[in-house]
Nanobody, 123 residues
Framework: QVQLVQSGGGSVQAGGSLRLACAAS????????MGWFRQAPGKEREGVAS????????YYADSVKGRFTISRDNAKNTVYLQMNSLEPEDTAMYYC????????????????WGQGTQVTVSS
């Protein structure tokens, strides 16, 4: 069972940038789909971005396309989410997640989760 520990996040003004990191232990992520999800107060959790094991396929929510970038370093067993041009609507608790399998879309069920990290964007 893979364990995921997140770092990064915090508070930033609109238009700013943040990078989230998610370090895995207990298992290699090199053969796993990795994703980022978020949940704002009073809202359902939504998929933000995901990536296939080799990094050849990425998936993004329409609301973050062109602003967020998911990447992974399998040698470091770590996945990242670079968030640029942040908007107040991006304020949420962000979670990294992993799943085994061939299909990595953010609509798929992910079954290993990080502890969450808060991102707050002020206007």
């Amino acid at each position: 069972q893979v364990q995921l520990v997140q770092s990064g996040g915090g508070s930033v003004q609109a238009g700013g940038s943040l990078r989230l990191a998610c370090a895995a232990s207990g298992n290699t992520i090199s053969n796993m789909c990795m994703g980022w999800f978020r949940q704002a107060p009073g809202k359902e959790r939504e998929g933000v971005a995901s990536m296939s094991p080799g990094g050849g396929s990425t998936y993004y929510a329409d609301s973050v396309k062109g602003r967020f970038t998911i990447s992974r370093d399998n040698a470091k067993n770590t996945v990242y989410l670079q968030m640029n041009s942040l908007e107040p609507e991006d304020t949420a608790m962000y979670y990294c997640a992993a799943r085994s399998g061939l299909y990595c879309s953010i609509t798929r069920a992910y079954n290993a989760w990080g502890q969450g990290t808060q991102v707050t964007v002020s206007s």
